[in-house]
């Protein structure tokens, strides 16, 4: 590998370790960079290793987040505008990329069709945000459901009514950085595919910048349902598939850019959230809930 390949691989493996805080600081205010780097490490660690690890990264968010003195309710908001965020995105990349490599050359009928379901489950996404953020009555109705199953506690018309608030207060006053720092983070993802690609000596000829956002897109695609922990196994063979059927680059080197893509977003965080979770566990983080976790923060 070239000394220029390199250093590109540590820049842009260094900012995507690091852009989720960014995105984690802009949907809670009053959350420090630090602390949002030791969670996000942490639970990406615990998605990554643990299956059906993804509930437990969110308990485990709560926890640290709390301990940082960061209101539950905040926490709450957090976590439901950030993973909505992304999911906006990541569902809506397929288009971009569908129409970008479709300048280039004909489309394949099935990325068009991956594009096209994307789409879809991106309106139905938007559509049912609107609809429980327009008014109280799709919350309350949700909230009474959500009553009637006993283990899951009582109040849930006025918890989704307070977060619904909470809510709309945090996307007028924020989502410009929120919309940022989510489109900031998954361009890196795949600007990172592409350094990787570069660095095991796939050219643009053989796989052009259009081409692999394709791929990329289609292989963040296939993840959007946790059918494993971090994706293991799915993400390898989907990426890998779509960059084969998207250009022409030799069938070892597209294994080995996939296999050094997967090592920077997959198994590198696992080592740094251990250390992080060893961190923060030595701190003896409090346990009491912070002032202000009843009130809005809007107020």
């Known amino acids: 590998m070239k000394a220029g390949s390199a250093i590109a691989l540590l820049v842009v493996g260094l900012a995507n370790i690091l852009s989720p805080s960014a995105n984690q600081c802009a949907a809670l205010p009053g959350l420090r960079f630090r602390d949002a780097v030791a969670a996000d490490w942490t639970t990406s660690a615990i998605t990554n290793t643990v299956p059906g690890g993804s509930a437990l990264a969110i308990a485990t968010t709560w926890r640290m987040y709390r301990s940082y003195g960061i209101a539950g309710r905040d926490t709450a908001r957090c976590v439901v505008v950030t993973g909505?965020?992304?999911?906006?995105?990541k569902l809506s990349?397929?288009?971009?990329?569908?129409?970008?490599?479709?300048?280039?050359?004909?489309?394949?009928?099935?990325?068009?069709?991956?594009?096209l379901v994307g789409a879809a489950l991106f309106a139905v996404l938007v559509a049912v945000g609107l609809v429980l953020l327009a008014g109280p009555g799709a919350a309350d109705r949700l909230g009474r459901t959500l009553d009637r199953v006993r283990w899951l506690g009582s109040r849930w018309p006025e918890r989704l009514h307070e977060l619904r608030v909470d809510t709309a207060w945090l996307l007028r006053t924020r989502w410009r950085s929120?919309?940022?720092w989510t489109v900031a983070g998954h361009a890196n993802l795949y600007l990172l595919l592409v350094v990787c690609l570069r660095a095991v000596g796939v050219t643009s000829a053989e796989i052009s910048l259009a081409a692999a956002l394709a791929a990329f897109a289609f292989g963040r695609l296939v993840t959007a349902l946790p059918l494993s922990p971090g994706g293991l196994g799915v993400?390898?063979?989907?990426?890998?598939?779509?960059?084969?059927?998207v250009g022409r680059a030799d069938g070892s080197s597209v294994v080995a850019a996939v296999l050094l893509f997967r090592f920077l977003t997959f198994a590198l965080p696992i080592p740094l959230g251990a250390i992080c979770w060893l961190?923060?566990?030595?701190?003896?983080?409090?346990?009491?809930?912070?002032?202000?976790d009843g009130e809005l923060s809007a107020s």
Do not use: F, K
Not at 84 to 89: E, G, K, R, S
Not at 93 to 113: F, K
Not at 279 to 292: H, I, L, N, Q, V
């Open 84 to 89: 909505v965020w992304d999911m906006i995105v």
């Open 93 to 115: 990349t397929p288009l971009v990329a569908v129409a970008w490599l479709s300048a280039e050359r004909p489309v394949d009928a099935g990325l068009l069709q991956a594009a």
């Open 178 to 180: 929120l919309t940022v």
């Open 235 to 245: 993400m390898e063979v989907g990426l890998t598939g779509a960059l084969a059927a």
């Open 279 to 292: 961190a923060w566990t030595g701190r003896a983080p409090r346990s009491t809930t912070p002032s202000g």
